[in-house]
């Protein structure tokens, strides 16, 4: 039962007790009351019926009050949850976003790192010569002058510097100081050394395990990995070590397939 319902009840109860006090009193009285006390009696019944109507209306204000205030304190929660989830919202958006921008600016340098990797290979791939020497290829001389001392890997061969006979893996040719040295081939530069007999050595692989080895050079114009084709300078001719001082200016040339050494001449035109 609600409120409403419940104090309707005690406002009939208690105008029923009134009612039959009211008519006990009368009784008792009887035939000597006079007009005037049952008009008291009656103002005395309105009186009491006004004031109940009044405490209920009363009642039903208040109800209503508190029911407003009841649902104005809801809204205002809904509207502060409300306003709570939108901020968290934001806020985890934002920090989305920073996260996205913060690995995208670590990605980005990687990113440009790797396409300018693979530029860098697409374009070295693209200008690779073809390395396809073989044993009945040709190659080019690589300076011009007399050969001074033989290749011979079964009898040994004078060299006069040394003024002493040995085995020789190579052909020594006479030239020039600053005489510019030519690739015999296509090829990719294997390495690039300091050696005390032949100095500054340059190796250059020419595809199916032959490899041509350049000696007594100077401002070599290649890097390891770099490719050369056939008759690019690879520098040019130096002084000679002391190896060689009697030959006088040399260039030092070797060939070998799989690391055994080869006579060169039998390549040459």
Known sequence: MSRKGKTRVALGSLLTLV???TCVAVY??????TPNEKEFVQESQEDSVDQAIRTEEREEEEETQDANTSNV???REIETESSQEDTSDTENTQDSQTEETAAAEETAPETAAN???NQETASAEATAPDMNFTESSLMEWPVNGQVVIDYDMEHTVYFPTLNVYKLNPAIVI???VNAPVAAVANGKIVSV???EETGTTVTVDMGNGYQAVYGQLKDVAFSP???VTAGSVLGYVNEPTKYYSTEGANLYFALQKDGSPLDP???LP
């Not at 008792?28 to 009351?33: A, E, L, V, W």
Request: glycine share 8%.
């Open 73 to 75: 304190e809801g809204e």
């Open 265 to 267: 001449l039998q390549y």
């Open 225 to 227: 990995e770099q490719y």
């Open 28 to 33: 008792q009285s009887g035939s000597k009351s």
């Open 193 to 195: 050394l300091e050696n």
């Open 174 to 176: 006479s030239s020039e």
């Open 115 to 117: 396409q300018q990797e």
């Open 19 to 21: 009612l039959a006090a």
